[in-house]
């Protein structure tokens, strides 16, 4: 029997190989409305924040029943919307909702029940009463014996099976993963943190993963004051063949990596970034946040203008958080940021589709990528941090290093979180001002209203850093590949094979009446291209074979890549150093 204050939840998962969890709810009809004929309306969230898109969780849902818990009669019930029940109030006592939950899918936003453990976030689970959005929730886990659970959840008396929330915000922010997982538990600046590591099978855990982690976590933290927003962190790193993604939440986040991902150099690098990030959010999304995602509305779209700062300036310090921890080497850093432009310039989309309304149209664009997105949309994570680079040299540029983009992330979070609300536009131009010494409103509505086209080259040399474009020749068609077969993906705006109607699908198969494969393409069409020449493609397109003359040109972007300057001077090394060496060794010198 639940308490009559709260909502009680039993999770059944003692056969997950089934791919199926159990759920029941105990709840008195009081507790959402004291009138009992008008039932009891239940609801499942559509999207989980961090992640926006629609995700039609409810269609997950099995085998719903109602019953009284005095009498055990069956309760009359209809669904009312795709993701709304409503049950008739039993005429005293209890109402016990029960229904199945299907999941076998492994992101960090979705349900994954396997005979090696059981992942879900809280959106996909949890039908809850409407009109009692802020009640408390006792949440009761069944797993087999020999498991252990990992959650952010609070536990009862101790029990790690027997958790608590505080409402439906709580409960969806809060993943829960059960299996015989690895725990590594560690301290940063005094304060208990763990990685719950499932799915390794295995594979060791490198030595370097935990001082690693602890050097980023020190560095985010000093942009902030130097101290922790939470009591306790753990990061659920998930483990598989494949796949790759980060979400986050208040005291944990979900990590989800290749097995071989922490023993190849890069991948470790990239793996690293992908901490930095999710817990970076602590302070950039899961506290500080748009006004518009203050109070989340988890049945609908949740619209912003303002991802790009949220997870654009999110992107941006999550490997500059690494360089300054020491895990990345400055070199190493300046080629990402290089791969980050020349990803800018391969974008005809950000000529047309402003950042401002790639974060507002996230909820149909990002998440739903398809063969015309590069043309017409651009992303509010790499284009979001390329904005906050510009920013950020530009405010070290006008203060000669006296302020940065930190202290406008300082300033937003003491003036905005501090006060328990959102922030809106205007409170980030204030803060940019501040920062600078002069408004940068201009700056930033020319990086985020109209076509994204910075000139990167102008902002890097104060810090000794050249941006050098390399033309490395060749033929340029325009065209993206299927990753292992030469079938067309896209086609960029205004490039040759545009031009020549190539489309998504059209599989090439010669060249000049040289047979190609995505193994020799490169080749081939190197070795027949000749200058303001037309070529003669042989194509598969929608079953029929067809030949297409294109006539390529050479790139119209050489290759981007930022160099440090071996001629530096003493001011250019010192604002350079400023901007890539560790804060918190620079903050205790300044104490």
């Known amino acids: 029997m639940s308490r009559p204050n709260e909502l009680t939840y039993t999770l059944d998962a003692t056969q997950p190989a089934e791919h199926r969890v159990h759920v029941e709810l105990r709840l008195q009809p009081a507790l959402v409305s004291q009138d009992r004929d008008a039932g009891i309306e239940l609801y499942l969230p559509v999207?989980?924040?961090?992640?926006?898109?629609?995700?039609?969780?409810?269609r997950h849902i099995e085998s719903f029943?109602?019953?009284?818990?005095?009498?055990?009669?069956?309760?009359?019930?209809?669904?009312?919307?795709?993701?709304?029940?409503?049950?008739?109030?039993?005429?005293?006592g209890e109402a016990i909702i029960r229904y199945t939950v299907y999941g076998h899918e492994l992101t960090v936003r979705t349900a994954d029940f396997t005979a090696e453990h059981v992942f879900f976030d809280g959106a996909c689970l949890f039908l809850w009463p409407r009109g009692?959005?802020?009640?408390?929730a006792s949440l009761h886990l069944r797993v087999p014996p020999d498991w252990r659970i990992a959650t952010q959840l609070p536990t009862v008396d101790g029990d790690p099976s027997h958790r608590v929330a505080q409402g439906l915000a709580d409960i969806v922010d809060a993943p829960v993963l059960a299996g015989r997982f690895q725990e590594v538990p560690f301290e940063v600046l005094g304060t208990p943190h763990r990685f719950v590591l499932d799915g390794l099978d295995g594979v060791s855990v490198p030595e370097t993963l935990v001082p690693d982690t602890v050097a980023v976590i020190e560095e985010a933290a000093a942009i902030f004051g130097g101290e922790l927003p939470y009591d306790d962190y753990q990061f659920l790193a998930l483990f598989a063949h494949e796949g790759r993604g980060g979400l986050e939440h208040t005291r944990s986040s979900t990590l989800l990596a290749p097995r071989t991902a922490l023993h190849d150099r890069r991948s470790y690098d990239d793996y690293l970034g992908l901490v930095a990030h999710e817990h970076f959010h602590?302070?950039?999304?899961?506290?500080?946040?748009?006004?518009?995602?203050?109070?989340?509305d988890f049945e609908r779209e949740n619209y912003t203008r303002l991802l790009w700062v949220a997870e654009g300036m999110t992107a941006y310090y999550d490997d500059l958080l690494c360089c300054r921890a020491g895990v990345l080497p400055p070199e190493r850093y300046l080629q990402i940021l290089s791969d980050q432009i020349q990803a800018v310039r391969n974008t005809p989309g950000r000529l047309v589709h402003p950042l401002s309304m790639a974060s507002f149209d996230a909820w149909i664009k990002l998440y739903r990528p398809d063969e015309n997105s590069r043309n017409s949309t651009q992303s509010y994570y790499t284009h979001g941090a390329m904005a906050a680079l510009c920013l950020d040299l530009t405010i070290r540029s006008e203060t000669d290093g006296a302020a940065s983009l930190d202290d406008v992330m300082a300033e937003l979070y003491r003036t905005t979180f501090g006060e328990q609300r959102g922030y809106t536009r205007d409170d980030l131009l204030s803060c940019l001002t501040r920062a600078a010494g002069r408004p940068l409103d201009?700056?930033?509505?020319?990086?985020?209203?109209?076509?994204?086209?910075?000139?990167?080259?102008?902002?890097?040399?104060?810090?000794?850093?050249?941006?050098?474009?390399?033309?490395?020749?060749?033929?340029?068609?325009?065209?993206?590949?299927?990753?292992?077969?030469?079938?067309?993906?896209?086609?960029?705006?205004?490039?040759?094979?545009?031009?020549?109607h190539l489309s998504p699908g059209d599989e090439i198969?010669?060249?000049?009446?040289?047979?190609?494969r995505r193994s020799n393409w490169s080749d081939i069409i190197r070795s027949v291209w000749r200058e303001e020449a037309t070529m003669e493609l042989l194509v598969s397109r929608r079953?029929?074979?067809?030949?297409?003359?294109?006539?390529?040109?050479?790139?119209?972007?050489?290759?981007?890549?930022?160099?440090?300057?071996?001629?530096?001077?003493?001011?250019?090394?010192?604002?350079?150093?400023?901007?890539?060496?560790?804060?918190?060794?620079r903050g205790a010198q300044d104490t």
């Open 47 to 58: 999207w989980t924040p961090g992640s926006y898109m629609v995700r039609e969780y409810s």
């Open 132 to 136: 009692a959005e802020t009640q408390r």
């Open 442 to 500: 201009d700056l930033v509505a020319a990086l985020v209203d109209g076509p994204f086209d910075p000139d990167f080259g102008s902002l890097l040399p104060p810090f000794g850093v050249a941006l050098v474009d390399r033309n490395e020749g060749g033929p340029y068609l325009g065209v993206h590949f299927n990753p292992r077969k030469l079938v067309v993906a896209s086609v960029l705006r205004d490039g040759p094979a545009a031009a020549a």
């Open 65 to 92: 029943t109602a019953v009284g818990a005095r009498t055990g009669a069956a309760l009359d019930w209809s669904k009312t919307s795709k993701n709304t029940y409503r049950v008739r109030a039993p005429d005293e």
């Open 509 to 516: 198969l010669a060249v000049e009446g040289l047979r190609v």
């Open 543 to 585: 079953g029929r074979i067809i030949k297409v003359a294109v006539q390529p040109r050479p790139a119209p972007h050489a290759t981007a890549r930022l160099t440090l300057q071996t001629d530096a001077s003493a001011d250019q090394v010192r604002q350079r150093d400023a901007w890539l060496q560790p804060r918190r060794a």
């Open 282 to 296: 602590v302070w950039n999304v899961k506290r500080m946040r748009p006004a518009e995602l203050w109070d989340y």
